[in-house]
């Protein structure tokens, strides 16, 4: 096994990472910028898209035609390693650049993949996701919001939450039951709905620090072309699963997050071995740790891109995937928080956490959101497995 990276990878990395030097906001030219929960943080960001769009780095591995550089993926890990690794800003248009296109390009029509790509490369039109109900998370299925044939057009009705970074989004890609009398996961259909239409209500969820990270979004006689619909009529349950597989598995978490917050774990170790000698040599297992749990995803990661480039699926796999990387995440910081001891609870100046404790009420989330963890071990079991449902 030659895992050394090829010529064509060691010219993207190059490219990528001067540009990124030269470009990423820091301290004195506009950056860092201001969380993307508030409306103004959410603006900097999409301008920052907008940046990286008019340098072609925004969907590396798109096609040129929507807006990418045609790049495989192997050389989009290597992009994702520099982006990391220059602490560029989180990415606003994650949910659509994500999961969503990766679901167009394997569903859509033509007329669909040339409307909404690049509005979305270039963060444009910015998207959020409205699956959950307040009865249906885990349970996915049991979703209760409906679409009902108007004519030619549908008629949503219903109501989502936790639609995150829908507080200021432009676009939702949401899941409303258009055949009551079906089986649950037949009877979906999967609508791209813009969240200015007449009836969109879109009310923003305050966070414990007050800031918006998510929104409930309510449908009242939503009227939306049939155009609009992705993949075909009832059958939404296999495009969204399809969308799932981009969440959990290769596309919306890069190894590269990961060995980049082990990288500074490291580093911070260094500076508590030197100050509480005592403490660090106490917490030096769980450094190493973290460390080979980031490598140890980052190799796997590869791995699996190199199978996918083979022509094989992810399939149920990605679901072992979604659970090594919040559970990677979580010792990370919970580690770096040992390190830093009482220091982990100072605030900023502007009374936000630190770095690594806001990094930590983040990662606390990792085991729910994607699909809760406890859910992924029965998809692991089952599927994967093959072991019996009880
Ligand atoms: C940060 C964050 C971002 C999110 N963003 C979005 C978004 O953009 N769009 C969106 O649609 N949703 C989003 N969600 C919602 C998320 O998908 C749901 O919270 C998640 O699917 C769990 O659903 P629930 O909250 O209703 O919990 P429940 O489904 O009520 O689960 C409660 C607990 O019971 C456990 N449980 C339930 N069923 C089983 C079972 N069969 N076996 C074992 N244990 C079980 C769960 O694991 C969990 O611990 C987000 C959530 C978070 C935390």
Redesign the pocket.
């Given at each position: 096994m030659d895992l050394r990276f090829g010529a064509e990878q060691e010219r993207v990395r190059a490219e990528a990472r001067a540009w990124l030097e030269a470009n990423v906001p820091r301290p004195g030219r506009g950056g860092p910028l201001p969380s993307l929960d508030t409306a103004e943080g959410f603006e900097a960001h999409r301008a920052w898209e907008r940046t990286m769009h008019a340098a072609r780095w925004s969907v590396v591995s798109w096609p040129e035609r929507y807006g990418g550089r045609d790049l495989g993926l192997l050389e989009w890990l290597v992009f994702e390693e520099e982006y990391y690794r220059a602490r560029a800003p989180v990415r606003v248009g994650q949910?659509g650049i994500f999961l969503l296109a990766p679901t167009l390009f394997e569903f859509g029509t033509e007329e669909q993949k040339d409307r909404y790509l690049p509005p979305m490369a270039a963060g444009e039109e910015i998207w959020?996701?409205?699956?959950?109900e307040p009865d249906?998370?885990?349970?996915?299925a049991a979703l209760r919001s409906r679409a009902e044939r108007r004519g030619g057009d549908w008629l949503l009705n219903g109501q989502?939450?936790?639609?995150?970074r829908?507080a200021f989004a432009d676009w939702l890609f949401g899941l409303f039951r258009s055949d009551p009398s079906a089986e649950r996961h037949r009877g979906i259909t999967y609508f791209l709905v813009p969240l200015d239409a007449p009836g969109v209500t879109v009310r923003p969820i305050a966070q414990l620090d007050g800031e918006t990270?998510?929104a409930e979004v309510f449908f009242e006689d939503v009227v939306v072309p049939a155009n609009q619909v992705l993949g075909d009529v009832d059958r939404g349950w296999q495009v969204a699963m399809a969308t799932a597989g981009s969440e959990r598995g290769l596309s919306l978490r890069s190894p590269a997050r990961y060995s980049e917050a082990a990288g500074r774990l490291l580093s911070l170790y260094g500076r508590c071995a030197e100050e509480h000698p005592g403490r660090a040599a106490r917490l030096a297992d769980d450094v190493a740790r973290a460390l080979m749990k980031a490598e140890a995803y980052r190799l796997h990661t590869y791995w699996t891109a190199t199978r996918v480039l083979d022509g094989h699926g992810v399939g149920a796999e990605a679901s072992m995937n979604k659970l090594f990387w919040s559970e990677t995440d979580l010792h990370i910081h919970r580690t770096a928080l040992e390190l830093l001891g009482p220091e982990a609870e100072i605030v900023e100046d502007d009374g936000r956490p630190g770095e690594w404790l806001d990094g930590f009420l983040f990662a606390l989330?990792g085991p729910?959101?994607?699909?809760?963890?406890?859910?992924q071990r029965?998809v692991v079991a089952e599927r994967v497995l093959g072991l019996p449902r009880s």
């Amino acid at each position: 096994m030659d895992l050394r990276f090829g010529a064509e990878q060691e010219r993207v990395r190059a490219e990528a990472r001067a540009w990124l030097e030269a470009n990423v906001p820091r301290p004195g030219r506009g950056g860092p910028l201001p969380s993307l929960d508030t409306a103004e943080g959410f603006e900097a960001h999409r301008a920052w898209e907008r940046t990286m769009h008019a340098a072609r780095w925004s969907v590396v591995s798109w096609p040129e035609r929507y807006g990418g550089r045609d790049l495989g993926l192997l050389e989009w890990l290597v992009f994702e390693e520099e982006y990391y690794r220059a602490r560029a800003p989180v990415r606003v248009g994650q949910n659509g650049i994500f999961l969503l296109a990766p679901t167009l390009f394997e569903f859509g029509t033509e007329e669909q993949k040339d409307r909404y790509l690049p509005p979305m490369a270039a963060g444009e039109e910015i998207w959020c996701q409205g699956w959950s109900e307040p009865d249906a998370g885990s349970d996915l299925a049991a979703l209760r919001s409906r679409a009902e044939r108007r004519g030619g057009d549908w008629l949503l009705n219903g109501q989502k939450t936790w639609c995150s970074r829908g507080a200021f989004a432009d676009w939702l890609f949401g899941l409303f039951r258009s055949d009551p009398s079906a089986e649950r996961h037949r009877g979906i259909t999967y609508f791209l709905v813009p969240l200015d239409a007449p009836g969109v209500t879109v009310r923003p969820i305050a966070q414990l620090d007050g800031e918006t990270g998510f929104a409930e979004v309510f449908f009242e006689d939503v009227v939306v072309p049939a155009n609009q619909v992705l993949g075909d009529v009832d059958r939404g349950w296999q495009v969204a699963m399809a969308t799932a597989g981009s969440e959990r598995g290769l596309s919306l978490r890069s190894p590269a997050r990961y060995s980049e917050a082990a990288g500074r774990l490291l580093s911070l170790y260094g500076r508590c071995a030197e100050e509480h000698p005592g403490r660090a040599a106490r917490l030096a297992d769980d450094v190493a740790r973290a460390l080979m749990k980031a490598e140890a995803y980052r190799l796997h990661t590869y791995w699996t891109a190199t199978r996918v480039l083979d022509g094989h699926g992810v399939g149920a796999e990605a679901s072992m995937n979604k659970l090594f990387w919040s559970e990677t995440d979580l010792h990370i910081h919970r580690t770096a928080l040992e390190l830093l001891g009482p220091e982990a609870e100072i605030v900023e100046d502007d009374g936000r956490p630190g770095e690594w404790l806001d990094g930590f009420l983040f990662a606390l989330a990792g085991p729910i959101y994607a699909g809760t963890n406890e859910i992924q071990r029965n998809v692991v079991a089952e599927r994967v497995l093959g072991l019996p449902r009880s």
